[in-house]
């Protein structure tokens, strides 16, 4: 919501500012259960990004269980081919490109895990972070 920082005291009926705002039409303000301070950077995350080899099929007679609808209404089955070839070349141990764009990422929770995944992936050329909470 916004307004100008200030709000009237429910014991004593005085205006109390909380804060100021140097807007003539007020500040911004969100609640702090609303509040997104983002995930860290590590394994699982990475992982949950990636399909294991050995992760259950997501269509195993190559059909998604979603229809598309047809310009005449009528329920059109998608069709998924090659998902085993797909999922081959996802494997994060392979890939020198991997992608962890708009994952809320805020940072590495410690050094030592920071140097752990360094080690890990050393093999990777780039790091796709946009649309994360990073900062210098």
């Not at 992760?55 to 005449?72: I, Q």
């Not at 069709?79 to 590495?108: A, F, P, T, Y």
Request: glycine share 8%; aromatic share 4%.
């Amino acid at each position: 919501g916004k307004h100008d920082g200030s709000v009237v005291c429910r014991r004593t009926n005085e205006l109390v500012r909380h804060f100021p705002c140097s807007s003539s039409c007020g500040g911004s303000f969100l609640r702090l259960n609303k509040l997104n301070r983002g995930c860290w950077l590590d394994f699982a995350l990475m992982k949950g990004r990636y399909v294991e080899p050995d992760a259950a099929l997501v269509a195993p007679d190559n059909l998604l269980p979603h229809v598309a609808r047809t310009s005449s209404g009528r329920a059109k089955a998608i069709e998924l081919l090659g998902e085993l070839k797909i999922r081959g070349k996802q494997q994060l141990e392979d890939l020198k490109d991997i992608s962890l764009r708009g994952l809320v990422i805020r940072g590495v929770r410690s050094k030592q895990q920071a140097l752990t995944i360094r080690a890990s992936f050393q093999h990777l050329q780039e790091l796709d972070l946009a649309g994360n909470l990073l900062s210098d």
